[in-house]
């Protein structure tokens, strides 16, 4: 059986990655990304994103989270609050949330997308866990072992 290959994100072969025409505001904002990962029900992936300067909006239907490695953006919430963040640092957008992004030099992200179940389900596998804990004898449940997924 092989294993799986290492990825070093700094060597990928990016590709073109277009931001919504309608939600550009100025500049020529070109993006590229490449895919890292996906958790193997689909809900998780993880991958690296890179943007040319310019202004657009950016409407989030799943929960992002994102570590700056390169460049520079400043970044407007919906409240009109802004923040310039560059290499090191991470910022997390919630599903729902909307934010007009300003790159100023040329911004690299590793960006983690998680999509969320349904409450529903979430519940029933939480159910589901703690039955196979019980049934394997593996003790108490620990902290948050009943949260929702």
């Not at 931001?19 to 890292?36: D, F, Q, T, V, Y």
């Not at 640092?89 to 179940?117: E, N, Q, Y």
């Amino acid at each position: 059986m092989s294993r799986p290959a290492i990825i070093f994100p700094d060597q990928l072969n990016l590709k073109p990655s277009p931001i919504n025409p309608k939600w550009i505001i100025s500049g020529a904002p070109e993006a590229r990304s490449a895919l890292l990962s996906t958790t193997a029900d689909g809900l998780a992936t993880s991958i690296v994103w890179d943007c040319a300067p310019g202004s657009f909006n950016w409407y989030y239907d799943f929960d992002e989270t994102v570590h700056f490695i390169s460049g520079s953006v400043t970044i407007r919430d919906a409240a009109g609050e802004t923040k310039t963040l560059g290499a090191g640092d991470m910022v997390v957008f919630p599903a729902g949330s909307h934010a007009v992004w300003t790159v100023h030099s040329r911004v690299r992200k590793i960006a983690v997308c998680k999509r969320a179940l349904p409450r529903q389900i979430g519940l029933v596998i939480s159910v589901l866990r703690a039955v196979k804990r019980r049934i394997k004898g593996t003790g108490a449940p620990t902290a948050g072992a009943l949260a929702p997924v």
